[in-house]
C-alpha cells in the first residue's frame, strides 16, 4: 500500500518518544500492550517504525483501536486521491480545529517526506486555494474543507462542478468521509490532550 510504504518515512521526523503518559486519559504503552492492541501495534510498526501518541489514544478500546487502524489501509483506494492531497487535508482540518498536534505532524509530513516547500505549506495554511495541486485536486480540497466547516452550504452545484473535473461519486464521498474523519480525531486529540511525539 503506498500511503503506508510512505508513512515508514516518518520515523524520520522523529525525534524523542516520551516515555510519561500521553494523555489525560490512561493509554496503552507499546511495552504493556496485549491481546488485539499487541496485534495493532505491531502491525503499526512494520509499516510506521513507531506508534504515534495519536493512535496509542484509541488503545484503551481495542476494537476502536483496530476500526481506526484498519481505516488507514482503504487509504489509497483512489490514485487522485493520493498522499499529497490527504496530507494536505489533514493539516488545513487541523487549522481549522486547531489541532496543533495534526498541523505539526501533517507540516511535517508535507515538507520532510512529501518534499513540498515549505513556503507552499505556509502559504496555504493561510489560504488553502495556493495548495500546490492541480485543479482537479484543488477543487476537491477545498470542497471538503467546506463540507467541514459549513455542512449546510453544499449545494448541487459544489457536486455538479466536481463531477465535472471527473470526480464520481464515490471519490467525493471517500474525500468528504476521509474529512470529516480527521475533524473526529482532532476533537478527541484536543480533548484528551495527546502530547507530540515528533
Known amino acids: 500500500m503506498k500511503i503506508l510504504r510512505k508513512v515508514t518515512l516518518i520515523a524520520a521526523l522523529s525525534s524523542t518518544l516520551l ?3 500521553v494523555a489525560l486519559i ?3 504503552s507499546v511495552k504493556d500492550a496485549t491481546g488485539d492492541v499487541a496485534k495493532v501495534y505491531s502491525e503499526m510498526n ?5 506508534v504515534p501518541n495519536a493512535m496509542k489514544l484509541y488503545s484503551n478500546n481495542p476494537e476502536i483501536l483496530r476500526h481506526k487502524w ?29 489541532c496543533n498536534y495534526c498541523i505539526g ?4 509530513f508535507l515538507i520532510n517526506v512529501l518534499k513540498v516547500p515549505a513556503a507552499d505549506v505556509m502559504a496555504m495554511k493561510k489560504d ?24 449546510k452550504s453544499v449545494t448541487s452545484a459544489d457536486i455538479s462542478e466536481l463531477k465535472k473535473l471527473g470526480w464520481s461519486d464515490a471519490e467525493i464521498f471517500f474525500a468528504t468521509n476521509y474529512a470529516a474523519q480527521m475533524v473526529a480525531s482532532d476533537i478527541l486529540l484536543n480533548a484528551f490532550k495527546v502530547e507530540i511525539d515528533y
Open 105 to 108: 505532524f501533517n507540516e511535517g
Open 26 to 28: 490512561e493509554t496503552v
Open 46 to 50: 512494520a509499516s510506521w517504525k513507531m
Open 70 to 98: 484498519d481505516s488507514f489501509k482503504l487509504n489509497d483506494k483512489y490514485e487522485s486521491i493520493d498522499a499529497k492531497l490527504q496530507s494536505m487535508i489533514r493539516m488545513l482540518i487541523s487549522v481549522n480545529h486547531e
Open 19 to 21: 516515555a510519561t503518559s
Open 128 to 151: 488553502p486555494s495556493l495548495a500546490p495541486l492541480n485543479r482537479k485536486q484543488k477543487a476537491l480540497l477545498l470542497f471538503v474543507l467546506k463540507a467541514t466547516e459549513k455542512s
